[in-house]
């Protein structure tokens, strides 16, 4: 499947309880240690993962596990306070990298064995074709823009490889164009837009593995006074 939708609450508790299962959740972990000083102003760790998100982290591990060995290189996108490579590295992944703006990224964990780039991801420092499979939680729909994402996966994967992101997703348009995160324009992807970055991946390179499943069958989740689900999309570069 190269698009699937979240389509009830319940597959994020079992997502949860599939990860806790196979000792491979993250969620809790801190990320950086607190000091004594910021014990003294109050400041509060912040911790790794959202519980929300469950069921994005789960199907990228497992499409991952599936379809790659424990050597691929794998590069996460938007990577701060994800837990995405941390599972991964858990599953046994030796060569895991991520990158994000954030002047905080190195405190992530495992910074012994993930490389833990300070940086824009539209715009790397990465040599071309330096990665097998490139992974995204819920990133794409803050500052989307195609042909700058589409542009920078597609030349950042080897032959053969995969970009996978999950996103917000509602199949009919709801705006939000009142709302910003992170500075950034905020996008609930409906349906006709999920087609478009489809159609446009194909002038990358880029290509859906498996068939697109657009349907949902409820809104799974509550947020910023939407009411909407994920989704989930994997491009294989030709």
Not at 127 to 135: E, L, Q
Not at 204 to 215: E, Q, R, S, T
């Amino acid at each position: 499947m190269a698009l699937d939708v979240l389509q009830t609450k319940a597959e994020i508790l079992r997502s949860r309880a599939r990860l806790e299962q196979r000792s491979l959740s993250c969620l809790g972990m801190q990320v950086g240690k607190r000091t004594l000083w910021d014990r003294l102003r109050g400041v509060h760790p912040l911790h790794l993962g959202d519980e929300l998100k469950s069921w994005d982290v789960l199907r990228t591990a497992e499409f991952v596990e599936r379809e790659f060995p424990n050597t691929a290189r794998v590069l996460d996108i938007g990577s701060y306070s994800s837990e995405i490579l941390c599972v991964l590295h858990r599953l046994g992944f030796v060569n895991l990298t991520g990158i994000d703006q954030n002047p905080n990224l190195r405190a992530m964990p495992y910074g012994d064995t993930i490389h833990w780039e300070i940086g824009n991801f539209l715009r790397t420092p990465f040599p071309d074709r330096s990665f097998d499979v490139v992974t995204s939680i819920s990133v794409i729909e803050h500052g989307f823009d195609a042909a700058a994402l589409l542009g920078e996966m597609s030349r950042l994967l080897d032959h053969g490889g995969c970009f996978t992101a999950s996103f917000d997703y509602w199949p009919h348009k709801l705006d939000t164009s009142d709302t910003q995160f992170f500075g950034m324009d905020w996008r609930i992807f409906s349906r006709d837009e999920v087609n478009a970055l489809v159609t446009a991946a194909n002038d990358y390179g880029l290509a859906p593995v498996g068939d697109l499943a657009f349907d949902a069958l409820e809104p799974a989740v509550h947020y910023a006074g939407r009411d909407y689900t994920f989704a989930w999309l994997v491009l294989r570069k030709r």
